[in-house]
């Protein structure tokens, strides 16, 4: 068949057949949509079978140079999906005009290419490089023994570089990469630029030279938002770890995600991008069960750095038995940005947690051991484990950590739903007496001070979290507004007390401490007064009900008479 060009179709678009081009009623009434601008065809699948409205099922009869050309000439297409191209001579032979056509197109925003063949990959690359409002490209290969050779990751790279200026996403998972791939594209990804937000490069074959040059070709990609290199191989890759941390670092850029899921990453590979902490806000090191207590140390003193800016951590299936727990407790204390710990993940039925470990969460959550250490224990943090849709279930949320510690899930629910609270609240329920002792040696500059924290603290008596379980629900204080007030009292009086003659000589002080003295005072003035008068509405009370009972009894009287 001789190559068709761009004025052959254009010279009989308004004559063909569209019946005689394709092999079935559904496919003509597709090009037909394509062609009339039709609005409910912005999708558009091609696909051995028929699923769906949308699919254009690719058989003997259909014509790939005009579906290339109606694809081309469509203008409310914004994603082109790709699921199948014939692979015999006759398919070859078009697909020349097939992808001549798609380069024509001037809307298309995504294109999906799902199980096609290096040299199919190859074609439609050629003419991927010319959509200028491709934003979204997603490589996917199911078949473990396919996917992206050298020679279709040097086409990536060239489409890359051709100029796909608005590309947002690249999705390359499971797509049989190996470093020499990566390096084959790295290339174009120096081409891209700032434009792009989002890479995902996970369950490929990547070790550590494919990472290093990954890491070389984002240079320019200081836009990046999130980067996904799960069930990748970095067990020997601890170079490239530190090379990716050191970009981040240099670059200043702050990741919404990064992905290390399943890398086998060791304690190496941990103490060499620890740093990662500074510059993104979700990161996932999941199910990477060689790192042990020591390798987590690393990451504990990072998430002490003042730098820290990560809000989500992942770390499930990982060893909390021995020493790992208390590790991760420890880089707890004074972290201000972490919110969730997920020491569990999808598809784990469980942790397993030693005492010392729920002693230690305990302790970073809430210090009882000084007032001082309750104030500056976690306030931040609220989640230890990670729930997926599919099997959350509220009822048993916090009945893992339930079962192992109670004191555990109800600092982290007060973390949770009363933020600007929880430190005076575990101050309040951990500290019965609150010693103003260590506060004299201030003087009277501290009292008011100390009376704003009580009046601050007093909504802390009225606030009440979710219900977690058999043995903890309601009030967060099992305490009574009239008992904090005494609490409040004692603690002044106890001040006052303690006070030195040489300090109460001083006429302002004096006034001050005379005006809490006169509040004091007033206070039980009040209460007096309140009860007077109480005591004269029972009387009263009780010679009125006297009168009506006289009443009732002369009523009665009369009424026998």
């Known amino acids: 068949m001789d190559r068709r060009d761009d004025n052959y179709y254009e010279a009989n678009a308004s004559d063909i057949s569209l019946e005689d081009i394709t092999s079935s009623e559904h496919n003509a009434r597709i090009l037909r949509w394509l062609r009339d601008g039709d609005d409910n065809l912005s999708h558009l699948s091609l696909c051995r079978e028929e699923v769906w409205w949308n699919y254009f099922r690719l058989g003997e009869g259909d014509d790939l140079g005009w579906l290339g050309y109606f694809i081309g000439k469509s203008v409310k297409l914004q994603c082109l999906e790709i699921q199948y191209l014939p692979e015999d001579d006759g398919g070859e032979q078009q697909m020349h005009p097939f992808s001549d056509g798609i380069a024509r197109n001037q809307s298309i925003q995504k294109v999906i290419i799902d199980n096609v063949s290096n040299n199919g990959f190859a074609a439609i690359a050629r003419a991927l490089g010319n959509l200028s409002h491709l934003e979204e490209l997603v490589f996917k290969?199911?078949?473990?023994?396919?996917?992206?050779?050298?020679?279709?990751?040097?086409?990536?790279?060239?489409?890359?570089?051709?100029?796909?200026?608005?590309?947002?996403?690249?999705?390359?998972?499971?797509?049989?990469?190996?470093?020499?791939?990566?390096?084959?594209?790295?290339?174009?990804?120096?081409?891209?630029?700032?434009?792009?937000?989002?890479?995902?490069?996970?369950?490929?074959?990547?070790?550590?030279?494919?990472?290093?040059?990954?890491?070389?070709?984002?240079?320019?990609?200081?836009?990046?938002?999130?980067?996904?290199?799960?069930?990748?191989?970095?067990?020997?890759?601890?170079?490239?770890?530190?090379?990716?941390?050191?970009?981040?670092?240099?670059?200043?850029?702050?990741?919404?995600?990064?992905?290390?899921?399943?890398c086998d990453i060791n304690d190496e590979g941990l103490q060499a991008m620890a740093g990662t902490v500074n510059h993104c806000k979700d990161l996932d090191l999941s199910s990477n069960q060689s790192i042990t207590a020591s390798g987590l140390k690393y990451l504990s003193a990072s998430l002490q750095s003042e730098n820290c800016c990560l809000e989500n951590l992942y770390l499930g299936w990982m060893d909390t038995v021995n020493g790992g727990a208390e590790v991760l407790a420890r880089g707890l204390v004074g972290n201000k940005v972490l919110r969730r710990l997920h020491l569990r993940i999808e598809d784990q039925d469980d942790i397993e947690i030693p005492p010392a470990g729920w002693d230690a969460f305990s302790k970073a959550l809430?210090?009882?051991?000084?007032?001082?250490?309750?104030?500056?224990?976690?306030?931040?943090?609220?989640?230890?484990?990670?729930?997926?849709?599919?099997?959350?279930?509220?009822?048993?949320?916090?009945?893992?950590?339930?079962?192992?510690?109670?004191?555990?899930?109800?600092?982290?629910?007060?973390?949770?739903?009363?933020?600007?609270?929880?430190?005076?609240?575990?101050?309040?329920?951990?500290?019965?007496?609150?010693?103003?002792?260590?506060?004299?040696?201030?003087?009277?500059?501290?009292?008011?001070?100390?009376?704003?924290?009580?009046?601050?603290?007093?909504?802390?008596?009225?606030?009440?979290?979710?219900?977690?379980?058999?043995?903890?629900?309601?009030?967060?204080?099992?305490?009574?507004?009239?008992?904090?007030?005494?609490?409040?009292?004692?603690?002044?009086?106890?001040?006052?007390?303690?006070?030195?003659?040489?300090?109460?000589?001083?006429?302002?002080?004096?006034?001050l401490v005379a005006a809490y003295d006169d509040k004091i005072a007033m206070a039980a003035m009040v209460k007096e007064e309140s009860d007077r008068k109480i005591s004269q509405l029972e009387e009263e009370n009780k010679r009125l009900r006297g009168i009506m009972k006289s009443m009732r009894n002369a009523l009665d009287k009369a009424l026998e008479e």
């Not at 995902?200 to 074959?205: H, I, K, S, T, V």
């Not at 970095?234 to 990064?258: H, I, K, P, T, V």
């Not at 002792?437 to 979290?465: D, N, R």
């Open 366 to 511: 809430c210090d009882t051991s000084t007032i001082n250490n309750t104030y500056l224990s976690n306030h931040i943090i609220q989640e230890l484990y990670y729930w997926d849709n599919d099997d959350y279930d509220s009822d048993n949320e916090e009945r893992f950590i339930l079962d192992e510690d109670e004191r555990v899930v109800q600092y982290l629910q007060l973390n949770k739903e009363h933020p600007e609270h929880a430190a005076r609240c575990k101050i309040l329920m951990n500290h019965t007496h609150l010693d103003m002792t260590p506060l004299l040696q201030w003087e009277l500059k501290c009292l008011p001070l100390a009376v704003g924290w009580f009046e601050k603290a007093q909504p802390c008596t009225a606030l009440s979290i979710d219900e977690l379980g058999p043995d903890y629900e309601g009030q967060v204080l099992e305490e009574s507004e009239e008992a904090f007030q005494s609490r409040v009292l004692t603690a002044v009086y106890e001040f006052v007390r303690g006070m030195t003659e040489k300090v109460l000589e001083r006429r302002d002080e004096l006034a």
């Open 141 to 262: 290969w199911y078949n473990s023994n396919g996917g992206l050779n050298v020679n279709g990751c040097s086409a990536l790279g060239t489409l890359l570089e051709s100029g796909v200026s608005k590309l947002k996403q690249l999705r390359l998972d499971s797509s049989g990469i190996d470093d020499a791939g990566v390096v084959a594209f790295a290339s174009g990804l120096r081409s891209i630029g700032p434009s792009l937000k989002e890479l995902y490069l996970g369950w490929n074959f990547i070790g550590n030279e494919g990472l290093s040059a990954l890491v070389a070709a984002l240079a320019n990609c200081t836009s990046l938002e999130r980067l996904n290199l799960s069930d990748n191989d970095f067990s020997s890759a601890a170079a490239g770890l530190r090379s990716l941390s050191d970009w981040l670092q240099r670059e200043a850029l702050n990741l919404d995600e990064l992905r290390l899921r399943d």
